[in-house]
């Protein structure tokens, strides 16, 4: 085990595993949740090894880029990708708002069904990151709940939308 930080996101959401897993691998209700106040414009989804998430987050006249590939595909309880700022052309890229940001993080995100509920838990990981990048990501983390909760809370909004329609 390395003493790299970690991440850890875990929220229980009243609905099957099969939905919860849905809202992360369907573009149509990934884009409902994931970017919270700002446009989210999924330019391309393909959730299989190998395949990737060409993601924008619009905020007025300026885009913030995002692209994963995904390395494990385990429908409906496992996804493992790599996650990255990107430039407009989806290379990876320097994160324009944050000096030494990883360049790329593991993501790992688990669904457990549990009496009809789902219990979520999504950690980020700088990969193959250098010492500075490293202690950004240490310093952030306490400030990630920010953002990462209010996307959860519309998540937890369109999981009850889905199922009372």
């Known amino acids: 085990m390395s003493d790299t930080p970690i991440y850890i996101l875990e ?16 573009s149509e209700l990934l884009s409902h949740w994931y970017g919270p106040g700002v446009e989210t414009v999924i330019h391309e989804l393909n959730v299989t090894p190998g395949g990737v998430w060409l993601n924008e987050m619009k905020m007025g006249e300026n885009s913030y880029y995002q692209r994963a590939e995904y390395l494990e ?14 430039d407009a052309e989806w290379n990876i890229a320097d994160n324009p ?7 790329v993080l593991m993501t790992v995100v688990t669904f457990e069904e549990n009496d009809g ?13 250098s010492p500075e990048e490293i ?3 240490s310093q ?7 953002g990462w909760g209010k ?3 519309m998540l937890a909004e369109l999981l009850e939308s889905l199922q009372s329609g």
């Open 11 to 26: 929220r229980t959401f009243d609905a099957p595993r099969e939905l919860v897993w849905r809202t992360f691998t369907e």
């Open 73 to 86: 595909v385990e429908a409906p309880g496992r996804l493992v990708w790599l996650h990255s700022t990107a």
């Open 97 to 103: 708002m944050m000096p030494n940001w990883p360049k």
């Open 117 to 129: 509920k789902t219990n979520m838990r999504l950690t980020w990981e700088p990969h193959e990151s």
């Open 135 to 137: 202690e950004v990501f």
């Open 140 to 146: 952030a983390i306490a400030g990630l709940d920010q």
């Open 151 to 153: 996307g959860m809370e």
